[in-house]
């Protein structure tokens, strides 16, 4: 089936929200998005509800129908419990604030072990630090440093990144990575967010979305 929009914009800018069967994203970080593609032949499928849909038609020689940007399964998929070690899904368990301070400026990375000491970059040695306090605890170990640690690193569960990821406003935000017709709810959402580290948070997701460790 050949289809085609009545307007200039790039179908590309147009992925689909993916949702669970519990109106969840399938994934937040990255967020579960679908090529424009994938969301039509979903709903053709009937495997998907359309729970929102932009102001663009699509069009064949025998339908038209208004382009999906938010769909939800009808099946529920049960979500990966082990989310993925990425620089973004660090801070997102560290809340976005320095492990040894609480700072949320100029966040970087600490390894426990130090890498010189053969410290792995991985969930249990890796903690969210601001730059002044990794330059401070420098090559040393952490009782060597006189540095306390907030909270000992983990390996998070999904749900635990969920539940410090719960702001809308982030994931409005991580879909405009994408999607420019998001720009106008993204304002409105953050014209709501009033308290300075929820704001800070946001900043840190955009500069850090879906960027990897190395
Ligand atoms: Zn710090």
């Not at 709903?43 to 940007?69: A, E, G, K, N």
Request: charged residues 15%.
């Amino acid at each position: 089936m050949t289809m085609m929009i009545n307007e200039n914009l790039s179908l590309e800018k147009c992925p689909a929200l993916v949702l669970n069967a519990d109106y969840r994203p399938l994934s937040y970080y990255p967020l579960s998005l679908w090529s424009w593609q994938d969301a039509i032949k979903s709903v053709f499928l009937d495997r998907v509800s359309i729970v929102s849909h932009y102001d663009r038609m699509i069009r064949s020689p025998s339908f038209s129908m208004q382009l999906p940007s938010v769909i939800a399964l009808k099946s529920f998929i049960k979500p990966r419990s082990n989310p993925n070690f990425t620089r973004f899904n660090v801070f997102l368990r560290d809340k976005f604030s320095c492990q040894y301070c609480g700072s949320n400026d100029e966040l970087t990375f600490d390894h426990l072990l130090p890498r010189s000491k053969g410290g792995k970059t991985d969930w249990e040695n890796v903690v969210t630090a601001c730059s002044a306090c990794n330059v401070k605890k420098g090559g040393r170990l952490l009782k060597n440093s006189g540095m306390k640690l907030n909270q000992w690193p983990f390996q998070p569960t999904t749900e635990d990144l969920h539940r410090n990821g719960k702001n809308p406003v982030l994931i409005i935000l991580s879909i405009t990575e994408y999607n420019p017709f998001f720009v106008a709810p993204c304002s409105y959402a953050i014209s709501l967010c009033s308290n300075s580290s929820a704001l800070n948070f946001l900043i840190f997701s955009l500069s850090f979305f879906s960027s990897s460790c190395n």
